[in-house]
């Protein structure tokens, strides 16, 4: 199997954090909330608001369409220090929100894994966090905000108005609408720093009885390595961590400084210093426990460190791998999955094992439901990961999960449709005008890679 | 940064051109300093939610006015409404301005006047008022944006250029005359930056991050300097450009 072809020349105007694939589309920003629709009056393409592009793969795409840039539309509203209320453009990402936020002794109510992300697209995704067990995702947490449709109207929605539209958007990639701003429920923190732990672990039963017993602390995330075999199979270390109740210092962060600065040569990862890496990693942490208090930024963004850190990857990019498997089949299908990925010898760097909680969400279309979830990195191979996605998709299938839109670039159209089943429910709440190259390929408009 | 203390007076900030991507940026740092600051634009919309915004920042006070800054006549009654209401004045920064359409403002004189009115005669006339303000109270910093476009004409901004270079070189003879008054006089060149008004330029994702500029701004401002490229690296460049002989110059396609 071989790339698909794109017909593009030079760099594409706006990727994808996992480089692929490669789409002409220009960029139209959006600076003011009132700039949608009257920017787009005199064009009639199809569009997609995007934020920043670290969205692995198409859901931030549109093929020859119109990408409506929200970053500049990053102003705060409005902040209640008594509630912890903030409402802001859905343009601003969760760094400046912390930059802000964290002085006034607050924090995200829920935090994926990098703050250089929107708030409109946090939404957009109902992405989730180490705390999804306790907290749910980003969306139980968004109590109101603004919807602008094609047709230059204005709804204002949250559980109680316009619910149905909340719930689609909430989840809903982008395709229902502009978010334009929205109000997030902060929560209160007394000092920068994580009670932080980590744990060794060999298996997955180990792994679910460290689940167990820390089910009342707010953060847990495993690392498991995926490379190993036999008496190593499914080790890992088990991060688990709460806001420290220390009264401390509440300066904002340092600007990142490192950068990586040039696209790495394919050759550069390979199944030998994958693994070698995963072997440092787990034997970094010498003794079987340790206790320290961390800073919340390597505890929460350990990669954001590094800007543009997927330049490792090369040019060809990187392809994640998400899916959650619910209770029922969850041990034995992450066993499966594990097995499969490391008999494929697919080096993977980052394999990232929780536990999701019963908290509902209140997106229709949202990806966490109770059960496990891991994801995995692969160097884009085509040869080899396209057959291996493939059938990791099908095995997450038959073991009754799903698999994470903001995740993928290759999951097919029945596939994905057997995943979600409510999307033609959902379809009736997109927004003409809008769509996007995840959407067309998994509704089956477009051929499936 | 220099943080005011908290318990210091706040600085008094009036901003005119508030909206533009930079002024916004600059206006943020000074919020959350705690700055006392006062916006005019032209655009009520865009002036309220970036007023709101400086609010939650930690402005110690907002005031605004919606003006068009072409109507120089209306400039006197502006200004003292704005200085009145900050109570006093410690800095003037002027951020309005135009690119224009150079294509067209080849052809049409009146595009070329337009670009010509906003960009310089607007500032002259507000500077006129401010500089004899600040001459009489022998404090304040004029903070104004010009460009290194007006350091040398080129054929692909030449109206918006030489507009900026009229700017600079009235800001030069200005701080000559008012410097010795202790009124600071601060020229601010930027290169290419990442604003609403350079959106969808080609390479503008390679243009300079619009926080860092401010940034360098209020350190200029705070440091009393005369001038200031930003980035940096565009003080030699600039000297290059300069450098180049005109029957060179005349030449090449900049």
């Known amino acids: ?449 | 940064m220099s943080a005011t203390p908290q318990n210091a007076t706040p600085r008094r900030i009036l901003v005119l051109g508030a909206t533009s991507g930079i002024a916004e940026a600059t206006c943020r740092i000074w919020a959350s300093q705690g700055a006392s600051l006062f916006l005019v634009a032209r655009n009520a919309e865009k002036l309220a939610a970036v007023a709101a915004d400086l609010k939650v920042r930690g402005a110690s006070y907002v005031g605004t006015a919606v003006a068009d800054l072409d109507d120089t006549d209306s400039h006197p009654a502006l200004l003292a409404h704005a200085v009145n209401s900050l109570a006093g004045m410690d800095i003037a920064y002027l951020a309005h301005g135009i690119l224009g359409d150079q294509i067209s403002a080849e052809q049409d004189f009146n595009t070329a006047a337009q670009i010509v009115h906003t960009n310089f005669m607007a500032p002259v006339s507000l500077l006129t008022w401010l500089s004899n303000y600040c001459v009489q109270r022998r404090s304040g910093v004029l903070a104004v944006l010009s460009s290194v476009a007006g350091d040398r004409g080129r054929k692909s901004n030449y109206v918006y250029g030489s507009s900026k270079a009229g700017l600079s070189a009235f800001l030069a003879g200005l701080r000559n005359r008012i410097d010795r008054e202790g009124v600071t006089v601060l020229t601010i060149k930027p290169g290419p930056t990442r604003t609403a008004m350079t959106a969808g330029m080609p390479k503008s994702e390679k243009f300079a991050d619009v926080d860092a500029v401010a940034e360098s701004i209020v350190k200029a401002i705070d440091g009393r300097k005369d001038e200031l490229y930003v980035p940096f690296q565009w003080l030699p460049i600039m000297f290059v450009v300069r450098s180049i002989p005109e029957r060179i110059f005349k030449k090449l396609n900049l």
């Not at chain 1, 400046?96 to 946090?122: E, R, S």
């Not at chain 1, 792994?207 to 167990?212: A, I, V």
């Not at chain 1, 688990?240 to 509440?250: F, P, V």
């Not at chain 1, 999701?356 to 496990?372: E, N, Q, T």
Request: glycine residues 8%; charged residues 20%; neutral net charge.
């Open chain 1, 1 to 449: 199997m071989s790339l698909p072809s794109t017909e593009l020349e030079g760099p594409p105007a706006f990727e994808p954090w996992g480089r692929y694939p490669k789409y002409n589309a220009r960029i139209v920003p959006l600076h003011w909330r009132g700039d949608f629709p009257a920017v787009t009056d005199k064009i009639h393409d199809s569009a997609l608001p995007v934020g920043m592009g670290r969205s692995y793969g198409d859901v931030c795409l549109l093929k020859d369409g119109i990408l409506l840039l929200t970053t500049g539309m990053n102003r705060l509203i409005d902040f209640d220090p008594e509630t912890g209320l903030l409402t802001a453009e859905a343009g601003i990402t969760l760094a400046q929100i912390l930059d802000f936020a964290v002085p006034k002794g607050f924090f995200l109510p829920v935090t994926p894994g990098t703050k250089y992300v929107t708030l409109g697209g946090a939404i957009a995704n109902d992405i989730h966090g180490k705390n999804h067990h306790v907290a749910g995702t980003f969306g139980c947490h968004i109590t109101r905000f603004e919807l602008v449709r094609s047709d230059g109207s204005r709804m204002i929605c949250s559980p109680t108005e316009n619910p149905d539209y909340y719930a689609a958007t909430i989840g809903g990639l982008g395709l229902t609408g502009v978010i334009t701003w929205a109000t997030l429920q902060m929560k209160p923190i007394v000092s920068r720093l994580i009670d932080y732990e980590g744990i060794q672990f060999h298996g997955i039963d180990e792994f679910l009885d460290l689940t167990e017993q820390s089910k009342n602390i707010e953060y847990t995330v495993s690392w498991v390595d995926v490379t190993s075999t036999g008496k190593n199979f499914a080790r890992g270390v088990f991060m688990q961590g709460d806001h420290s109740s220390k009264r401390d210092e509440l300066k904002p962060s340092p600007k990142p400084k490192l950068v990586f600065p040039f696209d790495a040569p394919g050759f550069a990862l390979n199944s030998l210093s994958v693994s070698m890496f995963n072997t440092v990693f787990f034997h970094k942490q010498i003794h079987k426990r340790v206790v320290a208090l961390q800073d919340y930024e390597p505890f929460f963004y350990p990669l954001d460190k590094v800007l543009h850190w997927n330049r490792m990857y090369g040019k060809s990019g990187l392809l994640q791998f998400q899916y959650v498997i619910p209770w029922e089949h969850a041990k034995e299908g992450t066993a499966a999955i594990l097995r499969e990925v490391a008999k494929s010898g697919l080096a993977s760097f980052l394999a990232v094992l929780k536990a999701f909680g019963d908290v509902p969400s209140p997106g229709m279309m949202s990806f966490p439901k109770p059960g496990i979830t891991l994801a995995l990195d692969f160097p884009i191979k085509p040869e080899k990961s396209f057959p291996l996605f493939a059938r990791l998709a099908d095995m997450t299938r038959e073991f009754g999960g799903r698999l994470y839109p903001a995740k993928d670039a290759a999951m097919t159209a029945a596939q994905y449709q057997a995943f979600y089943p409510q999307w033609q429910r959902f379809a009736r709440f997109r927004d003409p005008m809008l769509t996007s190259s995840f959407w067309e390929r998994v509704t089956g408009d477009q051929p499936s890679i």
